[in-house]
């Protein structure tokens, strides 16, 4: 079992940053893959960016190229979502999601393990 808590949301300006944090506990794997999503009001739950636990590598969605970098901290079991830039469009629940990194990293199916969610608000 993994637990994942997410903080670090909140109300900014466009324009702004904000960074996100996802800590987890419990159970690990060297294959697991951590995630962002985001599910603004009324809208399906939207990938955001991944990393491989183990190498470091990334995807990112079209929509937050450039703008949002995701890292890890080993160390910490820590994930990050550093997210620049941010327009009003960016405002959402967002997720971490925890799961096995390869094919299909973008995809909710992938994950097996979801936080609660932090909300990011971004006034125009």
């Known amino acids: 079992q993994v637990q994942l808590v997410e903080s670090g949301g909140g109300l900014v300006q466009a324009g702004g940053s904000l960074r996100l944090s996802c800590v987890g506990s419990g159970r690990t794997f060297s294959s697991l893959g951590r995630a962002w999503f985001r599910q603004a009001p009324g809208k399906e739950r939207e990938f955001v960016a991944a990393i491989s636990w183990s190498s470091g590598s990334t995807l990112d969605a079209d929509a937050v190229k450039g703008r949002f970098t995701i890292s890890r901290d080993i160390a910490k079991s820590t994930v990050y979502l550093q997210m620049n830039s941010l327009k009003p469009e960016d405002t959402a629940v967002y997720y971490c999601?925890?799961?096995?990194w390869g094919p299909g990293a973008s995809l909710r199916e992938s994950y097996n393990y979801w936080g609660r969610g932090t909300q990011v608000t971004v006034s125009s």
């Open positions: 999601a925890a799961g096995h």
